[in-house]
């Protein structure tokens, strides 16, 4: 069985968080071996879990759930000890002045690092990643685009040598629907939604795929749109209010759900949950993804 490596991104603010914990436990609940990966400096679930820690190397969260958080440089860090064999050299190498500078201002270096232990599982390049699905709590919807646009701009920077190689068999990896899968999360608004479709479009362009849609926090209201519009007769009052909002929102909520589907083939939809305890939020997620 091919690994899956499942990309979760959005315009901040979306939740794609949520949604990126949502999808890693339903593809947990279906027997597979995930690891749910934070990308940068800050772990987000430390606090929405109220975890110890959460660091580079996998922690079991729930049964056939884990969770890490990695970096460019712990990657690269990673990548060298299991080139170099000794870890003392590689410590010496990485903890060098010189060295940390290079990594933080190389362009596209610490992208390239992080997507190339990403990938390394599907590739079979570099130490080994035993799981069945990564999910990736990738970055917000401009950094995303500098991650995936990094190995495509090394490849035609370096055009001969394993690093030349190398970025371009992550492409390979990227491009591959049967092992990467893209889900870009938005909100029923304007700006998020234009954003997901800008994205939509790179991606589209750039790795030929289809990305899928989450429609999250969408507004479910189990009242008939003639309850509604006979409250609204009552102007005056807050229920009268009350109810000319909810039209308006679920007007324009419908107006944005119209959009979304002239661009993308696969859209799901996430009601808002009116939820505060973090594991049963991710559970009422879980039940609305397809």
Known sequence: MKQEIHFVTGKGGVGKSV???????KLSRQGKKVLLVELGDQSFFKDFFELPEVG???QEIKSNLSLALWTGESALR????YLIKVESLAKLFFDNAVMKAFINIAPGLPELA????????????????NFDCLVIDAFATG??????????????????????EQSRSIVRVLKDSEISRYHIVSLPEELPLKESMELADI????????????????????VPRESLQKAESATTSDLGLFAQYLEQQLDRQAQMMDQAKTRFKNVAKIPLFFETEPWKLVEKAVEKLP
């Open 114 to 129: 992080m997507l190339g232990k990403i990938t390394s599982g599907p590739r079979k390049y570099g130490p080994p990643v």
């Open 203 to 222: 991606l589209n362009k750039e790795l030929e795929v289809e990305p899928q849609l989450v429609m999250n926090k969408v507004l479910e209201v189990n």
């Open 19 to 25: 949604v990126a914990a949502a999808l890693a436990l």
């Open 56 to 58: 580079f190397k996998p």
């Open 143 to 164: 950094h995303f685009k500098a991650l995936i646009e990094a190995p495509r701009g090394m490849a035609q920077a370096v055009q001969i040598g394993p690093m030349g």
């Open 78 to 81: 990673e990548y060298a000890q």
